[in-house]
């Protein structure tokens, strides 16, 4: 049974993984104070448990915890935890990490186990009385669900007036259609996840009616809309409030989002303007420039004719084009999600990017711990250090 955990912060001034942090506290405090105190032979012996590490990627560093389970007694653990302080190097960086608790395992069960008594306590003394508001709302709730139909050919959930009404409220599930139906809207209809393609139901209804699409507040909204309104007619769109889903929305919730619907042309330019905003932001952050020579764009890097065609095809677009070492375009990805994607590998075997955006110090970094050899950007912001494998280059560059 572990006694205690040691709780730590650790800061990487570079791009490291868990497993390096690891093998740094391992190989930095092995023979400080004998076999008796090596943290592998604490951990053949059971008396250190396995150490855990989480970490998360802050511009060109990591920061994280690191949680040492010990089943040594209160002063050897202590001098354990005193160990990690004076760990300093992650592989080629400077790293640090400070102790920032000890937790007593067993004070920590027993204050819970008392805490667990105390509700148990009043949970069976207390009566708890008939609440009639929660018996009439499950009345409801069990009428709305019966309203609740199956509407063309591939049977997507939907409210009983959809045919009747000259307006439709499109949603993402079935969830959705029984929350809406619940606080009276009936003339609701569901995509089902819209996963693949967006149903032939939805867009032959979208040619006749008015179409409040109404989604979560969430990316795969986002990108659910995107769909939408590529192959049918949105007139309004409605979102529920950030992070929240349209099937846990409250009825004054769902009536103020419909009220705060808006025509699509002016949802789309707010989206644009947001993104707009965002890569200037990051741009204002750095604090020094360096300049790309054209000489060494010319010297390490041939540009073929049909990406510089690109270049001058995606300026105002806010995309971004990742091309293959032979020039071949791979993907296209909204400028505001690369750095996402380049993090998670979703985008593999980047040779060059184009993107209609600002060419930022953490681009740069992740482009080029990714093994991204050319950056070609409508701008470059403040960049205060430059990797030797990365050429950065401009469109004016490419246009001269």
């Given at each position: 049974m572990v006694k205690y955990v040691v709780r730590a912060r650790v800061e990487v001034e570079g791009i490291v993984d868990k497993h390096d942090i690891i093998g740094a506290i391992f190989g930095q405090t092995e023979g400080l104070f004998g076999s008796e105190l090596d943290l592998r032979d604490l951990q053949d012996k059971g008396r250190i448990g396995r150490i855990a590490?989480?970490?998360?990627?802050?511009?060109?560093?990591?920061?994280?915890?690191?949680?040492?389970?010990?089943?040594?007694?209160?002063?050897?653990?202590?001098l354990v935890a005193?160990?990690?302080?004076?760990?300093?190097?992650?592989?080629?960086?400077?790293?640090?990490?400070k102790v920032v608790d000890i937790v007593d395992v067993r004070r920590e069960k027993i204050r819970k186990i008392?805490?667990?008594?105390?509700?148990?306590?009043?949970?069976?003394?207390?009566?708890?009385e008939v609440d009639i508001k929660e018996v009439l709302q499950e009345i409801e709730s069990s009428v709305r669900a019966a309203e609740i139909t199956y509407y063309g050919p591939e049977k997507l959930p939907a409210g009983p007036d959809v045919d009747k009404s000259d307006t439709i409220i499109i949603v993402e599930g079935?969830?959705?259609?029984?929350?809406?139906?619940?606080?009276?809207?009936?003339?609701?209809?569901?995509?089902?996840?819209?996963?693949?393609?967006i149903p032939e139901t939805i867009v032959k209804l979208s040619n006749s009616k008015k179409v409040i699409a109404f989604l979560d507040g969430d990316r795969a909204g986002d990108m659910i809309l995107k769909e939408l309104i590529r192959v049918a007619k949105v007139n309004m769109v409605a979102r529920a409030p950030p992070g929240r889903e349209v099937e846990e929305l409250s009825g004054k919730e769902i009536a103020k989002a419909l009220k705060n619907a808006v025509p699509l042309e002016t949802y789309l330019q707010h989206i644009s303007r947001e993104t707009a905003e965002k890569v200037e932001e990051e741009e204002v952050k750095e604090v020094s420039v360096v300049?790309?020579?054209?000489?060494?764009?010319?010297?390490?890097?041939?540009?073929?004719?049909?990406?510089?065609?690109t270049v001058e095809s995606l300026r105002g677009t806010l995309e971004s084009v990742v091309y293959d070492k032979n020039w071949s375009e791979v993907m296209r990805v909204p400028v505001k999600d690369l750095v996402d994607?380049?993090?998670?590998?979703?985008?593999?075997?980047?040779?060059?990017?184009?993107?209609?955006?600002?060419?930022t110090q953490r681009l740069l970094d992740i482009a080029s711990a990714k093994g991204v050899n050319v950056l070609i950007g409508a701008r470059i912001g403040a960049i205060s250090k430059k990797p030797a494998n990365v050429v950065i280059i401009t469109f004016d560059d490419i246009k001269s």
């Open positions: 590490v989480e970490v998360k990627q802050q511009g060109s560093r990591v920061v994280g915890e690191v949680l040492v389970p010990s089943n040594l007694d209160r002063v050897e653990t202590a005193s160990m990690l302080e004076f760990v300093d190097k992650v592989g080629p960086f400077n790293a640090r990490i008392v805490e667990r008594a105390k509700e148990i306590m009043l949970t069976m003394i207390k009566e708890k079935r969830a959705d259609v029984l929350n809406l139906l619940k606080y009276g809207y009936k003339n609701v209809i569901a995509l089902e996840g819209a996963k693949g393609e300049t790309v020579p054209e000489a060494e764009v010319v010297s390490e890097i041939a540009i073929p004719e049909p990406v510089m065609k994607k380049l993090i998670t590998d979703e985008i593999k075997e980047a040779y060059a990017i184009v993107i209609d955006g600002v060419i």
